[in-house]
Protein backbone atom coordinates (compact mmCIF):
# COMPACT_ATOMS: atom_id res chain seq x y z
CA UNK A 1 0.00 0.00 0.00
CA UNK A 2 3.39 2.02 -0.40
CA UNK A 3 1.72 3.88 -3.55
CA UNK A 4 -1.06 6.76 -4.63
CA UNK A 5 -3.09 6.38 -7.06
CA UNK A 6 -2.07 10.11 -7.63
CA UNK A 7 1.32 10.32 -9.34
CA UNK A 8 2.95 12.94 -7.15
CA UNK A 9 6.63 12.96 -8.61
CA UNK A 10 9.63 11.34 -7.46
CA UNK A 11 11.37 13.70 -4.00
CA UNK A 12 13.04 11.45 -1.60
CA UNK A 13 13.97 7.56 -1.46
CA UNK A 14 15.25 6.18 1.65
CA UNK A 15 17.36 2.66 0.49
CA UNK A 16 17.80 -0.11 3.41
CA UNK A 17 18.41 2.55 6.23
CA UNK A 18 20.43 0.63 8.84
CA UNK A 19 22.01 1.79 12.07
CA UNK A 20 23.46 -0.20 14.90
CA UNK A 21 24.66 0.85 18.19
CA UNK A 22 26.64 -1.75 19.58
CA UNK A 23 24.81 -5.03 19.50
CA UNK A 24 21.54 -3.07 18.96
CA UNK A 25 20.09 -2.66 15.68
CA UNK A 26 17.93 1.24 16.20
CA UNK A 27 16.86 1.23 12.24
CA UNK A 28 17.23 -1.89 10.24
CA UNK A 29 16.59 -2.19 6.42
CA UNK A 30 14.31 0.51 6.45
CA UNK A 31 13.21 2.05 2.61
CA UNK A 32 10.98 4.58 1.57
CA UNK A 33 9.99 6.53 -1.34
CA UNK A 34 8.75 9.97 -0.55
CA UNK A 35 6.67 11.73 -3.16
CA UNK A 36 6.73 15.50 -3.84
CA UNK A 37 3.51 17.16 -1.35
CA UNK A 38 3.60 14.27 1.02
CA UNK A 39 2.98 15.29 4.51
CA UNK A 40 3.95 11.94 6.20
CA UNK A 41 3.36 10.90 9.48
CA UNK A 42 5.90 8.64 11.21
CA UNK A 43 4.52 6.62 14.03
CA UNK A 44 5.46 3.86 16.52
CA UNK A 45 5.55 2.82 19.67
CA UNK A 46 8.52 4.28 21.92
CA UNK A 47 11.68 2.62 21.01
CA UNK A 48 10.41 2.19 17.30
CA UNK A 49 13.30 3.78 15.64
CA UNK A 50 12.00 6.85 14.79
CA UNK A 51 14.53 9.54 15.95
CA UNK A 52 17.42 7.85 14.66
CA UNK A 53 15.77 7.21 11.11
CA UNK A 54 15.05 11.06 11.00
CA UNK A 55 18.56 12.26 12.17
CA UNK A 56 20.15 9.75 9.24
CA UNK A 57 17.60 11.34 7.06
CA UNK A 58 18.76 14.80 7.97
CA UNK A 59 22.41 14.03 7.47
CA UNK A 60 23.61 14.10 11.21
CA UNK A 61 23.72 10.40 11.95
CA UNK A 62 25.84 7.98 9.81
CA UNK A 63 24.05 4.96 8.36
CA UNK A 64 26.15 1.62 8.91
CA UNK A 65 24.30 0.41 5.42
CA UNK A 66 21.54 2.55 2.61
CA UNK A 67 21.43 5.87 1.56
CA UNK A 68 19.29 8.93 1.16
CA UNK A 69 18.89 10.31 -2.05
CA UNK A 70 17.26 13.04 -4.18
CA UNK A 71 16.28 12.62 -7.92
CA UNK A 72 18.59 9.98 -7.69
CA UNK A 73 21.20 11.82 -6.47
CA UNK A 74 23.38 11.54 -2.77
CA UNK A 75 21.36 14.29 -0.09
CA UNK A 76 24.35 14.96 1.27
CA UNK A 77 25.72 17.17 -1.71
CA UNK A 78 21.76 18.71 -1.33
CA UNK A 79 21.54 19.69 2.46
CA UNK A 80 20.57 23.77 1.50
CA UNK A 81 17.34 21.92 0.20
CA UNK A 82 16.67 20.53 3.67
CA UNK A 83 15.14 21.95 7.18
CA UNK A 84 15.55 20.29 10.28
CA UNK A 85 13.68 20.45 13.81
CA UNK A 86 15.43 17.91 16.02
CA UNK A 87 13.06 16.84 18.57
CA UNK A 88 14.60 19.19 21.37
CA UNK A 89 15.61 22.28 19.75
CA UNK A 90 18.52 23.91 21.84
CA UNK A 91 18.87 28.31 21.57
CA UNK A 92 21.47 30.37 22.87
CA UNK A 93 18.84 31.52 25.39
CA UNK A 94 20.89 34.96 25.29
CA UNK A 95 20.09 35.19 22.06
CA UNK A 96 17.01 36.99 20.48
CA UNK A 97 15.04 35.66 17.32
CA UNK A 98 16.50 37.52 15.21
CA UNK A 99 19.89 36.59 16.06
CA UNK A 100 19.05 32.78 16.13
CA UNK A 101 17.75 32.85 12.59
CA UNK A 102 20.25 34.74 11.40
CA UNK A 103 22.89 32.31 12.86
CA UNK A 104 21.32 30.18 11.24
CA UNK A 105 20.74 32.04 7.80
CA UNK A 106 24.34 31.93 7.52
CA UNK A 107 25.13 28.16 8.19
CA UNK A 108 22.92 28.01 4.96
CA UNK A 109 25.38 30.88 2.58
CA UNK A 110 22.93 33.21 2.54
CA UNK A 111 24.09 37.48 2.72
CA UNK A 112 22.72 39.63 4.98
CA UNK A 113 20.04 41.32 2.24
CA UNK A 114 18.71 37.93 1.71
CA UNK A 115 18.87 37.46 5.52
CA UNK A 116 17.10 40.78 6.63
CA UNK A 117 14.43 39.92 3.85
CA UNK A 118 13.93 36.46 5.34
CA UNK A 119 13.52 36.81 8.57
CA UNK A 120 10.57 39.31 8.93
CA UNK A 121 8.82 37.11 6.31
CA UNK A 122 9.69 33.85 8.18
CA UNK A 123 8.73 35.23 11.65
CA UNK A 124 5.30 36.55 9.85
CA UNK A 125 4.74 32.51 8.45
CA UNK A 126 5.50 31.37 11.67
CA UNK A 127 3.78 34.10 13.72
CA UNK A 128 6.42 36.14 15.62
CA UNK A 129 5.79 39.18 14.08
CA UNK A 130 7.23 41.89 16.78
CA UNK A 131 9.30 39.10 18.31
CA UNK A 132 12.49 39.87 16.58
CA UNK A 133 14.21 41.48 19.68
CA UNK A 134 12.89 39.39 22.63
CA UNK A 135 15.48 36.82 23.95
CA UNK A 136 14.53 33.09 23.29
CA UNK A 137 14.89 32.65 27.57
CA UNK A 138 11.35 34.62 27.64
CA UNK A 139 9.54 32.46 24.85
CA UNK A 140 7.03 29.94 25.41
CA UNK A 141 7.14 26.18 24.88
CA UNK A 142 4.55 27.46 21.91
CA UNK A 143 6.86 30.11 20.99
CA UNK A 144 10.17 28.06 20.88
CA UNK A 145 8.74 25.27 18.54
CA UNK A 146 7.81 27.74 16.28
CA UNK A 147 10.91 29.24 16.19
CA UNK A 148 12.32 25.68 15.56
CA UNK A 149 10.03 25.67 12.53
CA UNK A 150 11.22 29.00 11.59
CA UNK A 151 14.96 28.03 11.80
CA UNK A 152 14.49 25.18 9.44
CA UNK A 153 12.38 26.87 6.49
CA UNK A 154 14.29 30.16 6.96
CA UNK A 155 15.96 28.84 3.52
CA UNK A 156 13.13 27.66 1.60
CA UNK A 157 13.83 24.17 1.40
CA UNK A 158 12.08 21.65 -0.33
CA UNK A 159 11.84 19.30 2.50
CA UNK A 160 11.17 19.48 5.90
CA UNK A 161 11.67 17.07 8.67
CA UNK A 162 10.78 17.61 12.14
CA UNK A 163 10.90 15.21 15.12
CA UNK A 164 8.30 15.05 17.37
CA UNK A 165 6.88 18.66 17.11
CA UNK A 166 3.44 18.63 19.00
CA UNK A 167 4.33 16.04 21.51
CA UNK A 168 5.57 18.69 24.51
CA UNK A 169 3.20 21.27 23.58
CA UNK A 170 0.20 22.41 25.48
CA UNK A 171 -3.58 22.52 23.42
CA UNK A 172 -3.12 25.86 22.79
CA UNK A 173 0.59 25.67 21.30
CA UNK A 174 -0.24 22.01 19.67
CA UNK A 175 -3.17 23.58 17.90
CA UNK A 176 -0.32 26.63 17.02
CA UNK A 177 2.16 24.41 15.24
CA UNK A 178 -0.24 22.47 13.83
CA UNK A 179 -1.46 25.35 11.74
CA UNK A 180 1.96 26.04 11.25
CA UNK A 181 1.89 22.74 9.65
CA UNK A 182 -0.84 22.95 8.06
CA UNK A 183 0.16 25.96 5.90
CA UNK A 184 3.85 24.85 5.35
CA UNK A 185 2.77 21.19 3.40
CA UNK A 186 0.95 23.91 0.98
CA UNK A 187 4.75 23.49 -0.69
CA UNK A 188 6.80 21.92 1.07
CA UNK A 189 7.20 18.15 1.37
CA UNK A 190 7.49 16.96 5.36
CA UNK A 191 7.80 14.16 7.24
CA UNK A 192 7.54 13.80 11.03
CA UNK A 193 7.01 11.95 13.72
CA UNK A 194 4.55 12.03 16.67
CA UNK A 195 2.90 10.17 19.71
CA UNK A 196 -0.36 12.17 19.08
CA UNK A 197 -2.58 10.28 16.29
CA UNK A 198 -5.67 12.23 16.30
CA UNK A 199 -3.76 15.98 15.57
CA UNK A 200 -1.42 14.21 13.03
CA UNK A 201 -4.28 13.00 10.86
CA UNK A 202 -5.57 16.24 10.50
CA UNK A 203 -2.32 18.27 8.27
CA UNK A 204 -0.92 14.48 6.94
CA UNK A 205 -2.01 12.81 3.94
CA UNK A 206 0.17 9.44 4.54
CA UNK A 207 1.21 7.99 7.40
CA UNK A 208 4.03 4.97 7.92
CA UNK A 209 4.31 2.83 10.96
CA UNK A 210 7.61 1.69 12.23
CA UNK A 211 8.08 -0.99 15.17
CA UNK A 212 11.31 -2.90 16.46
CA UNK A 213 13.67 -0.53 14.10
CA UNK A 214 11.16 -1.38 10.93
CA UNK A 215 8.79 -0.32 8.67
CA UNK A 216 5.49 -2.51 8.85
CA UNK A 217 3.06 -0.80 6.97
CA UNK A 218 2.74 2.53 4.54
CA UNK A 219 -0.26 3.66 3.26
CA UNK A 220 -1.90 7.05 1.84
CA UNK A 221 -4.74 8.42 4.36
CA UNK A 222 -7.58 8.26 1.78
CA UNK A 223 -6.56 4.96 0.40
CA UNK A 224 -7.32 3.43 3.97
CA UNK A 225 -10.48 5.61 4.65
CA UNK A 226 -12.48 4.35 1.45
CA UNK A 227 -10.86 0.59 2.34
CA UNK A 228 -12.23 0.84 6.22
CA UNK A 229 -15.72 3.30 5.37
CA UNK A 230 -18.18 1.59 8.15
CA UNK A 231 -20.63 3.30 10.67
CA UNK A 232 -18.42 4.24 13.67
CA UNK A 233 -18.42 6.45 16.27
CA UNK A 234 -14.97 7.88 17.60
CA UNK A 235 -15.03 9.58 21.10
CA UNK A 236 -12.53 11.17 23.16
CA UNK A 237 -13.18 11.14 26.65
CA UNK A 238 -11.97 13.89 29.45
CA UNK A 239 -12.43 11.14 31.68
CA UNK A 240 -13.33 7.10 31.57
CA UNK A 241 -16.25 6.16 32.23
CA UNK A 242 -15.98 2.43 33.76
CA UNK A 243 -20.09 2.15 34.09
CA UNK A 244 -21.08 3.04 30.78
CA UNK A 245 -18.25 1.56 29.01
CA UNK A 246 -19.81 -1.80 30.29
CA UNK A 247 -23.22 -0.66 28.98
CA UNK A 248 -21.57 -0.29 25.84
CA UNK A 249 -19.63 -3.95 25.88
CA UNK A 250 -23.14 -5.36 26.48
CA UNK A 251 -25.44 -3.34 24.23
CA UNK A 252 -26.43 -5.53 20.82
CA UNK A 253 -26.03 -2.70 18.74
CA UNK A 254 -22.05 -2.76 18.44
CA UNK A 255 -20.14 -5.06 17.23
CA UNK A 256 -16.96 -3.75 17.95
CA UNK A 257 -15.24 -1.40 20.63
CA UNK A 258 -11.86 -0.99 21.12
CA UNK A 259 -10.55 1.20 24.09
CA UNK A 260 -7.69 3.68 22.99
CA UNK A 261 -5.76 5.88 25.47
CA UNK A 262 -7.70 8.97 24.29
CA UNK A 263 -11.83 7.32 24.38
CA UNK A 264 -12.88 4.97 22.61
CA UNK A 265 -13.98 3.55 18.97
CA UNK A 266 -17.34 2.02 17.95
CA UNK A 267 -18.66 0.51 15.09
CA UNK A 268 -21.96 -1.19 14.26
CA UNK A 269 -23.50 -2.79 11.09
CA UNK A 270 -26.77 -0.66 11.96
CA UNK A 271 -27.57 2.09 10.54
CA UNK A 272 -25.70 5.29 11.30
CA UNK A 273 -28.68 6.65 12.26
CA UNK A 274 -29.51 4.33 15.22
CA UNK A 275 -26.14 4.43 16.73
CA UNK A 276 -25.84 7.43 16.60
CA UNK A 277 -29.19 8.82 18.79
CA UNK A 278 -28.56 5.31 20.85
CA UNK A 279 -24.97 6.09 21.74
CA UNK A 280 -25.12 9.91 22.02
CA UNK A 281 -28.50 9.03 24.57
CA UNK A 282 -26.56 6.72 26.54
CA UNK A 283 -23.50 9.66 26.78
CA UNK A 284 -25.94 11.10 28.39
CA UNK A 285 -27.67 8.95 30.85
CA UNK A 286 -24.27 8.19 32.28
CA UNK A 287 -22.84 11.48 32.59
CA UNK A 288 -19.87 10.96 30.23
CA UNK A 289 -17.08 13.88 30.40
CA UNK A 290 -16.06 14.07 26.40
CA UNK A 291 -14.45 16.42 24.40
CA UNK A 292 -15.01 15.19 20.99
CA UNK A 293 -17.34 12.50 19.21
CA UNK A 294 -16.28 11.94 15.32
CA UNK A 295 -19.13 9.77 13.75
CA UNK A 296 -18.86 7.93 10.65
CA UNK A 297 -14.75 8.50 10.68
CA UNK A 298 -11.59 6.39 10.54
CA UNK A 299 -9.60 5.99 13.19
CA UNK A 300 -5.85 5.41 12.65
CA UNK A 301 -5.71 4.82 16.37
CA UNK A 302 -7.48 1.65 16.44
CA UNK A 303 -6.39 1.09 13.04
CA UNK A 304 -2.65 2.00 14.54
CA UNK A 305 -3.68 -0.59 17.99
CA UNK A 306 -4.74 -3.44 15.57
CA UNK A 307 -1.83 -3.16 13.70
CA UNK A 308 0.65 -2.42 16.15
CA UNK A 309 -1.02 -4.41 19.21
CA UNK A 310 0.31 -1.88 21.48
CA UNK A 311 -0.15 2.00 22.43
CA UNK A 312 1.69 4.58 20.82
CA UNK A 313 2.34 6.07 24.36
Known amino acids: MGTSSVNLGLEIELKNLTKRFGEHTAVNDFSLTINKGDCIGLIGPNGAGKTTLLRMVAGILKENKGSVLLNHQSIEKQRQLIGYLPQYPQFYDWMNAEEVLTFYAKLFGM ?65 EVLDLVDIIKKDTTIIFSTHILNDAQEVCNRFC ?51 TPNGVYLESM ?24 EVGKFSLEEYFMKIVGESIA
Open 111 to 175: NNEEIKEKIKETLDLVGLTGCEKRRVNDFSGGMRQRLGIAQAVIHKPRFVILDEPVSALDPIGRR
Open 270 to 293: AENQNLNRTILKSMNEYNVDFSKV
Open 209 to 259: IMKQGEKIEDFYIADLQRKHAKNSISIELSAFNSKWLDYLRNLDLIDKIVE
